[in-house]
């Protein structure tokens, strides 16, 4: 009841320097007045004056009282809309989809909408932390971050077969900070890294911005294909390669075992360490193999995070490595962040050790299962086929007749609303000008496939221009 | 005799490049410089180049000199355990101190006690965020981050006279990362920065990540000193200049008007950029004079945090700077760390805009006034002065007796649960042996200055020996 009325004093002060009836650096009404004014108590006024100066609108001065304290910068009505006419690069989906304003449809983005997240799971968590110690409310988090979260980590990779211990894991604040600290340490300009072809857009736009030679090396439905990525490591002598294990992004293929022992061998005769990107393991139905479980962690570092099924919001990734590499990796996200976000690490911690993320894990691999069958046969209505049916996941990688170009369906969906994700976005080669990635769980509505229905029409006019 | 002249300097070079003071590629000091710096004859630095170039550590090009022949050294040399024996790095302090116990005395650390911490202010910011809507528990930010907490921030800082928009301000993980983020943007490896001599020691550590040249401009009482400032832009061309605006670390010094017009004069004639890290503003009693006010935001960045005086564990910073500059820095923030941390940022918005802050920074100011006036005179039982009496802030930089050795004594300490900060952890010259820094809110205990005493004492004697 109080809160209403401090908020109705807010609003009023608002009003008046908006109004410019309180001009920049004219004295507010004192305490006592404006309480007899708007017949409301002294303390309520205090506490709305204590407010207005928190949020830098007011200012008090020692004994003679509350200021307005300067212009309001304008705010801005152009808060970086969604740039239309932005050239589609690695970062061109993560941006649109990012910056999406509320109706926007994002059948090109790579997470689940946020009515598929397990909310109620995350408030509880963070009601849980609410009431933790203080030091772990304000302190820094230890250098390799919250000891009973590596501890859940060690355990929950054990089970896809991965042997680290707890001093083997270091925090992040995300996979793709996982990954960015391992090129810091591995990499220097003009290393060779390889990438799979197609891979995830990022592993482009972060390699770009560690000026890198990205080779990419043909994706196969059972993992990359093993006589180009033999040639690959000949010809360029490269110092990593950067996959994703169990469910692979963009294509939805899983890497099978042969392929990972083939591959495993091609490594050991190299100078290469492998990146496996896990970040898509809790929506696997069947554990596929893992390159740093056959390998036993000596080439092969292995990193995941929770973004994809508990928040994107809630930051924390991870790196399970040999302890000597992990004491490095430490020193140098002190360096470059100093601490990990131990709150973040608390939140998740809580929401991982309570019974229902594994229900809801359940409930999330039916729901996808069936929005992958009904996406597949909307699809297939406008002659799309997929390039292989994933065992599941989100994603289902797509190909058009092969004059299309994805970028431009891309270009004319956005202007109507729906993000797409065009497959060169995805590809070093630019060999996927005519595939598309659809999120499963985010192409629900039926308006993104009249949208899409149409801009093909209108690829198919131009091409017989 | 002349075998171990050269084992010295072949040692001295082998330091150097593992400090990453010489990088990879860089042209070693001319044999006669190197003879006149180490007060050695020439023959015997020809003899100490030849035989590391014998073993591939450095490479003659014939007519231009001796190279460094890579790789890059690992950051620092890291132990497993308590790192008792780990030499004094830039990284030492940090890890010290984020590792501590419980029980284990931190004066040498730079953050607030927990204790001191508005927890209450925490607890409930977070309370607030359990309830809010699903997307914001879950959902990636947004490019720049959350919009009404750089709404906040852009009007924070127009209270110290520099005007940026919202959308001229991004929200980054911590103000560490908005310094990593700056020098992605700006430096390629071998370029020259400048940092004041002292500064604090992570600008070492993050530079040398990024394998910089560092150059110390020595620090005065008033801000940096213009005539080595003024040469130091004439002989290294550098690119950006790294300072703390407001109260400087370690020194406690406050940067003055006049101090800061001619530094500013001296950057417009020259291709430098200047970040100015606000991260103590919150501290001060009077508002000194920021660059990125006098220079409008053109030739200067403005950073901040609130990990001093809110929370290390909830992680927050930004950066303020021209919009174009903002969208890059969006960009090279999204390829290498995908979106920031919204929960974080929501907590922070709710914590900063509840009144209780600003009481809380007032009572803050009182009692690290008094923790002041404390340490001063506990130090000055030791006989230890400070270099200069700061007006406001958590540090004093301490001057010892010329033929001390603060880190011999700072492991002294460690050995009796003791963490101090030794001056040339944050000197690039090496010139602050005798210096140790003290952080007063960590200085509460009677114990630190027993240990103190007597790790002093036990110089004193090894001098006599």
Redesign the interface.
């Given at each position: 009841m109080k809160s209403t009325k401090i908020e109705f004093v807010i609003q009023h002060i608002h009003e008046q320097i908006k109004a410019r009836s309180l001009l920049p650096g004219s004295r507010l009404p004192s305490v006592r007045a404006l309480a007899g004014l708007l017949h409301l108590s002294v303390s309520t006024i205090v506490?709305a004056?204590?407010?207005l100066?928190?949020?830098?609108?007011i200012?008090?001065k020692t004994g003679s009282g509350f200021f307005v304290?300067?212009?309001?910068?304008?705010?801005?009505i152009?808060?970086?809309h969604p740039k239309i006419d932005r050239s589609i690069d690695?970062?061109w989906i993560?941006?649109q989809a990012?910056?999406a304003k509320q109706g926007v449809l994002k059948p090109g983005c790579g997470?689940l909408p946020?009515?598929w997240?397990?909310?109620e799971n995350?408030?509880k968590a963070?009601?849980k932390?609410?009431?933790a110690p203080?030091?772990?409310?304000?302190?820094?988090?230890?250098?390799l971050g919250l000891a009973p979260l590596r501890e859940l980590l060690s355990r929950r990779i054990l089970s896809k077969g991965i042997e680290a211990r707890p001093?083997q894991i270091l925090l992040t604040?995300?996979?793709?900070?996982a990954i960015?600290l391992i090129c810091?340490y591995f990499l220097?300009?003009n290393d060779v890294v390889l990438v799979d072809d197609p891979c995830y857009f990022?592993f482009h736009?972060?390699l770009?911005?560690h000026?890198i030679q990205i080779i990419g090396v043909p994706y196969t439905p059972t993992g990359p294909d093993l006589e180009a990525f033999s040639q690959a490591i000949k010809k360029h002598n490269p110092r990593l390669y950067i996959t994703n294990s169990g469910i692979h992004n963009p294509t939805g293929a899983v890497l099978t075992a042969p392929t990972a022992y083939q591959v495993l061998k091609l490594v050991e005769q190299s100078n290469l360490i492998v990146v496996e990107d896990d970040i898509f393991a809790d929506l696997e139905l069947h554990s596929a193999p893992r390159l740093a479980a056959l390998d036993g962690l000596s080439r092969v570092i292995h990193i995941g995070s929770f973004?994809k099924t508990?928040?994107?919001?809630?930051?924390t990734g991870y790196i399970a490595t040999q302890?000597?590499w992990i004491?490095?990796l430490?020193?140098?996200k002190?360096?470059?962040?100093?601490?990990?976000?131990?709150?973040?690490s608390e939140?998740l911690y809580a929401a991982l050790t309570d019974g229902n993320y594994r229900k809801y894990l359940e409930e999330l691999k039916v729901r996808l299962a069936k929005a992958m069958d009904t996406t597949v046969k909307q699809l297939e209505k406008l002659g799309i086929k997929t390039w292989v049916k994933p065992s599941a996941g989100i994603f289902l990688w797509c190909e058009l007749p092969e004059y299309f170009d994805s970028a431009r369906i891309a270009q004319n969906c956005l202007e109507h609303g729906v993000i797409l994700a065009p497959g060169n976005a995805f590809s070093q080669s630019q060999n996927f000008k005519n595939f598309i990635r659809f999120n499963v769980a985010q192409s629900i509505e039926p308006k993104i496939f009249e949208v899409l229905s149409h801009a093909i029409q209108h690829e198919i006019e131009q091409q017989r221009l």
């Open positions: 506490e004056y204590e407010r100066a928190s949020q830098g609108i200012e008090a304290a300067g212009p309001l910068a304008p705010l801005s152009s808060e970086i690695p970062l993560s941006r990012l910056e997470w946020d009515d997240m397990p909310h995350i408030r963070i009601r932390v609410s009431k203080a030091s772990i409310l304000t302190d820094y988090s230890t250098p001093n604040d995300s996979g793709t900070q960015d810091r220097k300009p990022n736009a972060l770009k911005v000026q973004s508990l928040s994107g919001s809630v930051r302890s000597e004491e490095d430490a020193d140098i002190i360096a470059t962040c100093f601490g990990g976000n131990n709150l973040s939140i």
